[in-house]
């Protein structure tokens, strides 16, 4: 199955700082999604990005497919930022899209 | 418009119990997914529902099962609980049809298995 792999696993940064989380996947995808993670356990839907570049406000994600990377972007960085960030691929070849995540990066953002 | 709605929010049974999860999906959403999350990793696929089906089954033993109901809202039970089985329980929806197959998830179901 697919592999996904994400770095760096900690991050610590202080406030307004930017930082650059990367996503791994070992073969080709059509459906990647970023997700944070609160500390209560709720994922929050960042980005559907399988391939090219978005922006929203203060977070960018862009996906080069051919290579079989992604790449999350945070600017400026907030307390509320902190947390954990999942990169989640599927390649749904048959019916189901089952996501396959990565193993997180646990940011902190210090004030 | 209500997203994904799990209950409880907490759980706690003893070993050899038996525990149902319950999960609303999106509105508009025909699609259930059942994932597992142990503590420091991330969530691991357990099954999909969809028209009633289980259409898709992760690597978890029979001990667990799942059900989806016409108004698309799911249930996934677990017999016979183990330590091991202590996790946070999260459902997504989805809608099949569409071309992005965007997955929402619930707030999760903490079960800790005593």
């Known amino acids: 199955g697919i592999q996904v792999e994400q770095s760096p696993p900690d991050l610590i940064l202080q406030e307004g700082a930017n930082s650059t989380l990367r996503c791994n996947f070992s073969?080709?995808?059509?459906?990647l999604q970023w997700f944070h993670q609160n500390p209560w356990g709720q994922l929050i839907n960042l980005f559907y990005?399988?391939?090219g570049t978005k922006q929203n406000g203060r977070l960018s994600a862009t996906t080069v497919a051919t290579e079989r990377y992604s790449l999350l972007y945070i600017s400026s960085s907030q307390t509320t930022d902190s947390g954990v960030y999942f990169c989640?691929?599927?390649?749904?070849?048959?019916?189901?899209?089952?996501?396959?995540f990565g193993t997180g990066t646990l940011l902190a953002v210090q004030p | 418009d209500a997203g994904v709605t799990q209950s409880p929010t907490h759980l706690i049974k003893t070993r050899g119990q038996q525990v149902t999860l319950r999960c609303s999906p999106k509105?508009?959403?025909?699609?259930v997914s059942w994932y597992q999350q142990a503590l420091g990793q991330g969530p691991q696929f357990i099954f999909q529902?969809?028209?009633?089906?289980?259409?898709q089954r992760g690597n978890f033993p029979d001990r667990f099962s799942g059900h989806q109901f016409p108004n698309y809202s799911s249930e996934l039970n677990v017999n016979a609980l183990l330590l091991g089985d202590s996790a946070l329980y999260l459902c997504?929806?989805?809608?099949?049809?569409?071309?992005?197959?965007?997955?929402?998830f619930g707030a999760g179901t903490r079960l800790s298995v005593l």
């Open positions: 997504a929806s989805s809608l099949d049809r569409s071309a992005k197959n965007i997955q929402y």
């Open positions: 073969d080709s995808v059509n459906n």
């Open positions: 990005i399988p391939s």
């Open positions: 989640a691929v599927a390649n749904y070849g048959g019916a189901t899209n089952k996501l396959i």
């Open positions: 509105s508009g959403h025909d699609t």
């Open positions: 529902y969809y028209e009633e089906e289980e259409r």
